[in-house]
């Protein structure tokens, strides 16, 4: 399986600014993906990562308000831009793709970021 | 938007005893997998189920996929405290997109 590291853990920010989430695999992985999870909620796609092209998002999100980047096969970026307290969320980066018998479904998950916005 | 509810929204038992949770869906799906969510961390794999699959077991878990009722379900058996988490069934279409589309989660809690 993959290791997956998220930077910030958990951040505070303040209405009308900008949070920058990166995630950092241990190994190239061919799919990376975004979920927010609303408190108390299940996890919503947000957009699938595109190594070397903008990113696919799902409807309900924009890339204005979610900016994505995926310079290479290990790491993303997602931008949480102009807060407001309604984007307080658990942001997860998820990859897929792995190779191995069977797994090609199966994503694997950073730890989440916890953004509240004030 | 998700694909399909779950139910129970929340389990208590005791130590010792099987949790079964369920899972429905809408749509055609390629597979069905179960993951595990401590305390509002990362999501843990737990199993995937194909679509031309009827049951798979993975130590002391077993699921049941019914793809006339677009239902699955979860049974954790000889459950422990540890096993406290939220749960949630999640699927991938049949149309080769890899994207998960996750349901709506049972809390399972375990009283030691």
């Known amino acids: 399986s993959a290791v997956i590291s998220q930077k910030p853990s958990r951040d505070i920010c303040q209405r009308g600014t900008s949070l920058t989430i990166q995630c950092q695999v241990d190994s190239q992985v061919t799919m990376m993906f975004w979920y927010r999870q609303q408190p108390g909620q299940s996890l919503t796609l947000i957009a699938t990562a595109n190594q070397g092209s903008e990113a696919t998002y799902e409807s309900g999100f924009v890339i204005d308000k979610f900016p994505i980047s995926r310079p290479n096969l290990t790491f993303s970026t997602l931008t949480v831009s102009n807060m407001s307290p309604e984007d307080s969320s658990i942001y997860l980066c998820?990859?897929?793709?792995?190779?191995?018998?069977?797994?090609?479904?199966?994503?694997?998950f950073g730890p989440g970021t916890r953004l509240t916005v004030t | 938007s998700q694909q399909g509810e779950e139910d129970p929204q929340a389990l208590s038992i005791q130590e010792g005893e099987n949790a079964t949770m369920n899972c429905s869906y809408k749509t055609s799906i390629n597979n069905l997998q179960w993951y595990r969510q401590n305390s509002g961390r990362g999501l843990v794999h737990l199993i995937l189920?194909?679509?031309?699959?009827r049951e798979k077991h993975s130590g002391r878990l077993r699921v049941t996929l019914d793809t006339s009722k677009k239902s699955s379900s979860l049974l954790i058996t000889a459950s422990r405290a540890a096993d406290t988490a939220s749960y949630f069934c999640a699927t991938a279409y049949d149309t080769g997109r890899r994207a998960l589309t996750f349901g709506s989660g049972t809390r399972l809690q375990v009283q030691p």
């Open positions: 998820s990859v897929g793709g792995i190779p191995g018998q069977g797994r090609r479904y199966e994503q694997y």
């Open positions: 189920i194909r679509s031309n699959e």
